[in-house]
Structures are given as structure tokens and as C-alpha cells.
């Protein structure tokens, strides 16, 4: 049965990032090295929470634990024992700690566990009682009370053992079985402890004792940034093995599929713990992430809409350096006299030091909708060059803001630049109306006051706002049942047809300058 339960902190996505990167980067590792081996990946899998941080596994057993700390190392007696305890009862072969470049992780493990395991076998050693059978001047302390085994405890306390132990039964039969059986157990685990160290000491006889359980893992890292860049260096030399003809594979794309690894392990999180769709384990074969990796995006690019959010910065990043190399003296920005005056060079730099989702949100506020229709339907190099770069290049006043909009603000009316090259004014409506739907985040409708196009002009450009809902859903579920003779009149305000006025680049330029 084993003494410590599994458990879960996630709650979120958000809470789980960090280790979620760490957890990739190491599934990168090893299947860079199993394949360097040329062995099958079919027997791995990593399991998310649980045990631990994250887990490795071959042929369904645990090959190590890993534990991950972002900033200061705290742990305490219990922390440690619990962290040995683990790897005994789940027959691992190691447990690792990802810390930060300057941190370590204590040398006493062992030392620690020894004397918690000592402290519980004190602790079964007492009477087991009921509250009832306890005098007023009796301290529950010296005594297991069988009221106590459900209640939330913490971590390796004498209660949340027991728990496990009787999957939550506290009735005195069920209890003082499962203690001689925690006894049993505990003794094991001190003979595992003594076993492992004795054949580690014997070849390592010099090395520190903790060692035969717990290590630091090699390479460090202080942010997520760090690990991603590792993690695409990974995906590099992965790809350089098994692939060596896709000459494309460069940083960004590899980029791109790290992402996808990340996606995958975001969608797993989601599922299992946030949504509480959870079946025994939440674990991911490691060829999922290498089918993630080999797949040959650019012969399916319209079934991946993610592909096409990665097409279009991408896009961007190869205009900007044609524009460069055409119309500045310099090709090294850094090395430009006019780096720190360059709006274009700034608003880029902005760009790229984003989250990926900040990223993809510009596009989305760029195209005015998701990229989902036909590769063939994204914009033009020309389009981007005109429309973006030029006019970041020439007009200082347009910004890169906190929503992922580039913007500009003259006498209190708010531009937003988009790459909509449509010729007609009812194809962009249906474009806008289209966006505005598949959008929670309905800024266009409540901040926009001209939009800036490739072609169109017009001072009294309307959305029909009857076939767009400005409150969600949820919102409108919430007002439906209020008695107000206004509520019609609240909704319909919401619906109201939004006058914009369109103006083009050159007209823009005019403007803003």
C-alpha cells in the first residue's frame, strides 16, 4: 500500500507553467537519448502530479520522481522523508530536484528520514482510542483517536497514513491493521535505505549518501525563458536525427513545436485536474510529443490553426528583415546609430519578449479574426511590409499595448491598426463580425474608433451589432430572469449597430504623422 498518498496541487494551468516547461524539457531529454540509442519510445510516459512535480515512467514503472522549486528551497524533516519515502514505495530508481542556478538542495536526507521514521514508530506505538473513551484530563496527543484518521492532516503526519492506509475507514478494526501494517512498512523502508546506501557507498565510497536517492538535476535554470530555450535546442538536435532534410527547422519553428508539446501538456492539466475529468493517472506517452514534433505541418497546414498563428509571425519577422536589408545602412539593429529612436525596431523587440498567447492575441487583433480559413488567405508579404512595418517604421505613435493591440490615440480617438487588405466593405464586416464572435474579449466593439486598413476609407463604416452579442453568454443567462422594464432596453444598447470610420495607410499617415 505504500505510506505517503498521492496528491494534487494544480488548480490551474497558470499554477502548474513553470513545472509544465520543466516537464517537457526532461521528456525532450530523454527522447533525444532513447533515440540516440535508437530504442523505441512506445514504454515511456510521464506522469503530471501524483507522486510528484512530475514523474517518469518505462514499461509502466517509475523510473524517477522529480520535484520542482522555483525560487527558495524550503524543506522541512517531513518534506524530506516524504520525498525518500515516495521513491521506496513506487520503486523508482531516483528522485531529482530542479532548482534554480544558485540554490541547492540539503545533503541530509537520509539523516532526516531516519529520524522521522523513528518518530512514527513511536507514534504507532500508542493506544488507539475513541473520543469517548478519553478522560478530560487525557492529551489526544498520546493517543491515535479513531475520529481523527478523516481529518485533512498533513503530509506523513501519523493520521494522513493511516488514512491512506484504510482508504478512510476509521473504525477500530480497520485502523489497527492498517497500523501494524504501517510498522511493517516503515521497517522496509529503513532496510531499502540501508540496502541502497550500502551499494552506493561501495562505489562511491567518497560520495555523499543522499546521493543513492536524491539528486540535484545537472542543468539549472532561473525562468521559463531558459527552459524554453533549451527545450528548442532540444527539438533541434531531435529533429537534426530524424529529419535532417527539413533545412526549415530553424529556431522559430522548432519554437513553434515546443509549443505544442506545451499545448499538449496544457490540455492534459485541463482535463484531468481542472476539470476533474480524471480516470486513475494523468499521463502522456512520450510518443505523443515526438508524433507532435515529426508531424509535417506544412503539408497540413489547414488543420492547424496554431501553424498559422506561427505562419504569420513568422512572416513578420522575415518582412522586417527584407525591409531592413533594403532600406537601413545597418543590417545589425543593435549596432544602429538609430536603435533607440526606431519605433519599428522597438515595437518588435515588444513583440517578441511576449508570451505566446500575447502573441497569437496580436495576430488575432491584426487579422480581426482567428487565421482559420486558407493558408492562402493570410497576408501577403506586401501586405505586411505596408501595412505593419511601414507604418511602425514611419509613425511613432503607434504602440504595441497591454491587450495586444497596436494602437495609436490623437484628440481622444483610438486607431487601431489592422493587416485587412479586403477590398469590399462588406466582406471586412463579415470579417469583423466573425472575429468579434470568436472572441471573448470584445475590445474591438467598446475601443475602436477608426480602423486602419490596407484600401478602405469611410467615415460611417457601421457593425451591425443585432448579429453580435456584446455580453457573453453567461452574462445574458444572469439578466434573463431580472424584472426590469429596462432590461430590453439594456440588451438592445448592447446590440447597438458601432459606427467606425476606416481610413487607409496613406490616409493614416496623414493623420498620425
Same mark, same amino acid.
Given at each position: 500500500?505504500?505510506?505517503?498518498?498521492?496528491?494534487?496541487?494544480?488548480?490551474?494551468? #497558470?499554477?502548474?507553467?513553470?513545472?509544465?516547461?520543466?516537464?517537457?524539457?526532461?521528456?525532450?531529454?530523454?527522447?533525444?537519448?532513447?533515440?540516440?540509442?535508437? &530504442?523505441?519510445?512506445?514504454?515511456?510516459?510521464?506522469?503530471?502530479?501524483? *507522486?510528484?512535480?512530475?514523474?517518469?515512467?518505462?514499461?509502466?514503472?517509475?523510473?524517477?520522481?522529480?520535484?520542482? =522549486?522555483?525560487?527558495?528551497?524550503?524543506?522541512?524533516?517531513? @518534506?524530506?522523508?516524504?520525498?525518500?519515502? &515516495?521513491?521506496?514505495?513506487?520503486?523508482?530508481?531516483?528522485?531529482?530536484?530542479?532548482?534554480?542556478?544558485?540554490?541547492?538542495?540539503? /545533503?541530509?536526507?537520509?539523516?532526516?528520514?531516519?529520524?522521522?521514521?523513528?518518530?512514527?514508530?513511536?507514534?504507532?506505538?500508542?493506544?488507539?482510542?475513541?473520543?469517548?473513551?478519553?478522560?478530560?484530563?487525557?492529551?489526544?496527543?498520546?493517543?491515535?483517536?479513531? *475520529?481523527?484518521?478523516?481529518?485533512?492532516?498533513?503530509?506523513?503526519?501519523?493520521?494522513?497514513?493511516?488514512?491512506?492506509?484504510?482508504?478512510?475507514?476509521?473504525?477500530?478494526?480497520?485502523? *489497527?491493521?492498517?497500523?501494524?501494517?504501517?510498522?511493517?512498512?516503515?521497517?522496509?523502508?529503513?532496510?531499502?535505505?540501508?540496502?541502497?546506501?550500502?551499494?552506493?557507498?561501495?562505489?562511491?565510497?567518497?560520495?555523499?549518501?543522499?546521493?543513492?536517492?536524491?539528486?540535484?538535476?545537472?542543468?539549472?535554470?532561473?525562468?521559463?525563458?531558459?527552459?524554453?530555450?533549451?527545450?528548442?535546442?532540444?527539438?533541434?538536435?531531435?529533429?537534426?536525427?530524424?529529419?535532417?532534410?527539413?533545412?526549415?527547422?530553424?529556431?522559430?519553428?522548432?519554437?513553434?513545436?515546443? *509549443?505544442?508539446?506545451?499545448?499538449?501538456?496544457?490540455?492534459?492539466?485541463? @482535463?484531468?485536474?481542472?476539470?476533474?475529468? =480524471?480516470?486513475?493517472?494523468?499521463?502522456?506517452?512520450?510518443?505523443?510529443?515526438?508524433?507532435?514534433?515529426?508531424?509535417?505541418?506544412?503539408?497540413?497546414? @489547414?488543420?492547424?490553426?496554431?501553424?498559422?498563428?506561427?505562419?504569420?509571425?513568422?512572416?513578420?519577422?522575415?518582412?522586417?528583415?527584407?525591409?531592413? #536589408?533594403?532600406?537601413?545602412?545597418?543590417?545589425?539593429? #543593435?549596432?544602429?546609430?538609430?536603435? #533607440?529612436?526606431?519605433?519599428?525596431?522597438?515595437?518588435?523587440?515588444?513583440?517578441?519578449?511576449?508570451?505566446? &498567447?500575447?502573441?497569437?492575441?496580436?495576430?488575432?487583433?491584426?487579422?480581426?479574426?482567428?487565421?482559420? &480559413?486558407?493558408?492562402?488567405?493570410?497576408? /501577403?508579404?506586401?501586405?505586411?511590409?505596408?501595412?505593419?512595418?511601414?507604418?511602425? %517604421?514611419?509613425?511613432?505613435?503607434?504602440?504595441?499595448?497591454? %491587450?495586444?493591440?497596436?494602437?495609436?490615440?490623437?484628440?481622444?480617438?483610438?486607431?487601431?491598426?489592422?493587416?485587412? @487588405? /479586403?477590398?469590399?466593405?462588406? =466582406?471586412? !464586416?463579415?470579417?469583423?463580425? %466573425?472575429?468579434?464572435?470568436?472572441?471573448?474579449?470584445?475590445?474591438?466593439?467598446?475601443?475602436?474608433?477608426?480602423?486602419?486598413?490596407? !484600401?478602405?476609407?469611410?467615415?460611417?463604416? %457601421?457593425?451591425?451589432?443585432?448579429?453580435?452579442?456584446?455580453?457573453?453568454?453567461?452574462?445574458?443567462?444572469?439578466?434573463?430572469?431580472?424584472?426590469?422594464?429596462?432590461?430590453?432596453?439594456?440588451?438592445?444598447?448592447?446590440?447597438?449597430?458601432?459606427?467606425?470610420?476606416?481610413?487607409?495607410?496613406?490616409?493614416?499617415?496623414?493623420?498620425?504623422?
Amino acid at each position: 500500500m505504500g505510506l505517503i498518498a498521492p496528491i494534487s496541487a494544480i488548480y490551474s494551468w #497558470e499554477g502548474y507553467k513553470y513545472q509544465g516547461n520543466i516537464a517537457l524539457y526532461v521528456t525532450l531529454s530523454y527522447i533525444k537519448d532513447i533515440l540516440s540509442k535508437q &530504442e523505441t519510445l512506445d514504454d515511456y510516459e510521464v506522469q503530471i502530479e501524483g *507522486e510528484e512535480d512530475f514523474a517518469l515512467l518505462k514499461n509502466g514503472q517509475y523510473k524517477s520522481l522529480h520535484q520542482v =522549486k522555483l525560487g527558495a528551497v524550503n524543506l522541512d524533516d517531513k @518534506d524530506k522523508f516524504v520525498f525518500i519515502a &515516495e521513491i521506496i514505495q513506487n520503486d523508482a530508481e531516483m528522485g531529482y530536484f530542479h532548482v534554480n542556478s544558485n540554490k541547492h538542495i540539503p /545533503s541530509d536526507f537520509l539523516e532526516k528520514a531516519y529520524s522521522v521514521i523513528s518518530d512514527l514508530n513511536i507514534e504507532f506505538q500508542k493506544d488507539v482510542v475513541s473520543k469517548g473513551d478519553l478522560n478530560a484530563s487525557d492529551n489526544p496527543d498520546d493517543y491515535i483517536v479513531l *475520529e481523527s484518521v478523516t481529518a485533512n492532516t498533513a503530509k506523513a503526519s501519523k493520521y494522513s497514513i493511516i488514512k491512506y492506509n484504510t482508504r478512510g475507514k476509521k473504525d477500530r478494526n480497520s485502523v *489497527e491493521n492498517a497500523i501494524e501494517s504501517i510498522r511493517n512498512e516503515l521497517q522496509q523502508h529503513v532496510n531499502e535505505i540501508e540496502n541502497r546506501k550500502h551499494i552506493y557507498l561501495s562505489a562511491n565510497p567518497d560520495g555523499v549518501e543522499d546521493r543513492c536517492f536524491v539528486e540535484e538535476w545537472p542543468i539549472k535554470f532561473d525562468d521559463i525563458k531558459e527552459v524554453k530555450k533549451q527545450g528548442v535546442q532540444l527539438i533541434k538536435d531531435i529533429l537534426a536525427m530524424v529529419h535532417p532534410e527539413w533545412t526549415y527547422a530553424d529556431d522559430k519553428y522548432c519554437g513553434f513545436l515546443y *509549443e505544442q508539446g506545451l499545448g499538449l501538456i496544457e490540455q492534459y492539466v485541463t @482535463d484531468f485536474f481542472v476539470q476533474k475529468n =480524471k480516470n486513475d493517472r494523468c499521463i502522456i506517452s512520450f510518443s505523443e510529443f515526438y508524433g507532435l514534433i515529426v508531424k509535417e505541418y506544412y503539408s497540413n497546414y @489547414d488543420d492547424n490553426k496554431e501553424f498559422k498563428y506561427f505562419l504569420v509571425l513568422n512572416k513578420i519577422d522575415e518582412v522586417f528583415i527584407k525591409f531592413r #536589408e533594403n532600406n537601413c545602412n545597418q543590417n545589425n539593429c #543593435e549596432q544602429c546609430a538609430n536603435a #533607440e529612436t526606431c519605433n519599428l525596431l522597438k515595437q518588435l523587440t515588444e513583440l517578441s519578449g511576449r508570451e505566446i &498567447e500575447e502573441q497569437h492575441s496580436l495576430v488575432f487583433n491584426l487579422l480581426l479574426q482567428e487565421p482559420t &480559413e486558407s493558408i492562402n488567405n493570410l497576408p /501577403s508579404d506586401e501586405t505586411i511590409e505596408t501595412q505593419l512595418v511601414e507604418l511602425l %517604421k514611419d509613425l511613432s505613435v503607434l504602440t504595441l499595448n497591454e %491587450k495586444n493591440i497596436i494602437t495609436a490615440s490623437l484628440n481622444k480617438e483610438f486607431y487601431w491598426l489592422s493587416l485587412d @487588405d /479586403s477590398r469590399k466593405k462588406e =466582406k471586412l !464586416r463579415e470579417k469583423i463580425q %466573425k472575429g468579434i464572435r470568436e472572441n471573448p474579449d470584445k475590445s474591438f466593439l467598446y475601443e475602436c474608433d477608426t480602423l486602419i486598413t490596407g !484600401r478602405l476609407n469611410d467615415e460611417t463604416f %457601421k457593425i451591425d451589432g443585432s448579429n453580435v452579442n456584446i455580453l457573453e453568454r453567461n452574462q445574458l443567462e444572469e439578466i434573463r430572469h431580472i424584472v426590469s422594464s429596462n432590461i430590453e432596453d439594456e440588451k438592445a444598447d448592447c446590440n447597438k449597430p458601432k459606427i467606425i470610420r476606416l481610413v487607409d495607410a496613406e490616409q493614416a499617415k496623414e493623420e498620425l504623422l
